[in-house]
T-cell receptor
Framework: LAKTTQPISMDSYEGQEVNITCSHN???????ITWYQQFPSQGPRFIIQ???TKVTNEVASLFIPADRKSSTLSLPRVSLSDTAVYYC?????????????FGAGTRLFVKA | SAVISQKPSRDICQRGTSLTIQCQVD?????MFWYRQQPGQSLTLIAT?????????ESGFVIDKFPISRPNLTFSTLTVSNMSPEDSSIYLC????????????FGQGTRLTVV
């Protein structure tokens, strides 16, 4: 499984756009990129998943450059409730024996 | 999607005793996963539990310490045996479902304190 590197923490203010970048230099051809969000005292929650270019859903956007060695999670107009830990994961979804391995994550603090 | 229920949600246990954590899923799933999350840390995978076979443990985790049962496709238990204060942690159950994307669903966790 490819190793990921993220900033340990980030600060932002309400209403700003937040971009969290994850490095995964050893990503393999069949690997997908997935982001999870975790609030205190809860299990992680799926945010978004992608393979290349750009993916957007109702919560966030995921930007993946052509070389796929990094990815950026973009959270538009964050609110206080977006304060959480965000995990970037990389793995092959086609092996039939996939398992989710978590890195250190990025602690996002949104201030009023 | 999947809804996962874990019991107990929290417990305080004496060292040397054992605690069994239950995980119930509202749909049949092939594989279930158990994680440990120590305060302020990320999640560490303990083992993968397949129905009808022995669990597969990650490096640093052994069956004698963390025996796992998987009697059917909707239920699993994790036992933390012969507990010490170092076992104080949050234990989470998870399943992964492929539905156009592959998404992991987590229980709310069991907060264990060993005194």
């Amino acid at each position: 499984l490819a190793k990921t590197t993220q900033p340990i923490s980030m600060d932002s203010y309400e209403g700003q756009e937040v971009n969290i970048t994850c490095s995964h230099n050893n990503i393999a051809t069949n690997d997908y990129i997935t982001w999870y969000q975790q609030f205190p005292s809860q299990g992680p929650r799926f945010i978004i998943q992608g393979y290349k270019t750009k993916v957007t859903n109702e919560v966030a956007s995921l930007f993946i450059p052509a070389d796929r060695k990094s990815s950026t999670l973009s959270l538009p107009r964050v609110s206080l409730s977006d304060t959480a830990v965000y995990y970037c994961l990389v793995g092959d979804l086609n092996t039939g024996g996939f398992k989710t391995i978590f890195g250190a994550g990025t602690r996002l603090f949104v201030k009023a | 999607s999947a809804v996962i229920s874990q019991k107990p949600s929290r417990d305080i246990c004496q060292r040397g005793t054992s605690l069994t954590i239950q995980c119930q899923v509202d749909s049949q799933v092939t594989m279930m996963f158990w994680y440990r999350q120590q305060p302020g840390q990320s999640l560490t995978l303990i083992a993968t539990a397949n129905q009808g076979s022995e669990a597969t443990y990650e490096s640093g985790f052994v069956i004698d310490k963390f025996p796992i049962s998987r009697p059917n496709l909707t239920f699993s238990t994790l036992t933390v045996s012969n507990m010490s204060p170092e076992d104080s942690s949050i234990y989470l159950c998870s399943v992964e479902i492929a539905q156009g994307r592959t998404e992991a669903f987590f229980g709310q966790g069991t907060r264990l304190t060993v005194v």
